[in-house]
């Protein structure tokens, strides 16, 4: 073992555990919670996501809206966020936010986004600075770069007990052969990939794949980064959307995403608190059938 992943791991070590949520009701309790089949907890169907929003720099007052976003998020629910180096400086601004909001428990997801191993751990530590925690929950190699170099190294301080989860990410629909031969091989906990009711790539090999490897499964890009609501807002929601209790298209896809089996939890990102609660919410009650999904694609291919 290198000296710098000794020295990550030692200075990791004996941190006291981040908190793990109490178990609630299952999947078929129609609930918020859903299950991490690695290990049986479970958490919040639906996360936060930070690309873009939370890219806010130094601007009190930006950082101020963060805040307030992170405060509704939690307060309707919510746990999960999740980040990455890449987002500028959404790291540092979710560290900062947490702290004004008193350290909050939750579930602390970021990423691994560099080449070579070093240069990963290294990385890795410094994301733990900006978020100013003992410890993340998951720690993801981002769009699989350089993921030979990065699995080693995260197995390695999961097994110490200063990670609880290990996972890789793909976006956009991107490098699915890649991931598939990732999740054939390696002992995952996590995938992340995009999914909604047009980018429905993933039901063919990846969802089934992640059930039958017991992988927990995080969808980004579930409004397609804002495109897929302004193709369908133009359209009045249809009636029958009452019948899982979606008052906004946004929760109807939301309820799409969060219905499908294989699916663990979804991180929509957004600049408004109202927002935050309303999708933590889609999570809540009825879920499509199949019918319904069926439904909820066609209403959104016709926008």
Known sequence: M???????????????????????????DTTSERVIPSTGERIPAVGLGSWITFNVGDDPTARGECAAVIRAFLEGGGRLIDSSPMYGSSQEVIGDVLTRLGRPNIFAATKVWTSGRNAGVAQIEESRQL???KR????????LLSWEDHLPTLYAIKKAGTLRYVG???SHGRRHDELEAVMRREPLDFIQVTYNPIDREVEQRILPLARERRMAVII?????????????ERRPLPAWAREVGATSWAQLILKFIVSHPSVTCVIPATTAPAHARENVNAARGAMPDAAMRRKIISAVEAA
């Open 2 to 28: 290198d000296l710098d992943r000794r020295v990550l791991l030692r200075g990791l070590a004996g941190l006291a555990a981040s908190p793990i949520l109490q178990p609630l009701a299952a999947f078929a």
């Open 131 to 133: 978020w100013r925690i």
């Open 136 to 143: 993340f929950d998951l720690l993801q190699v981002h769009n």
């Open 168 to 170: 890789v990410t793909t």
């Open 220 to 232: 980004n890009r579930p409004f397609q980064q804002g495109d897929l609501i302004r193709r369908v």
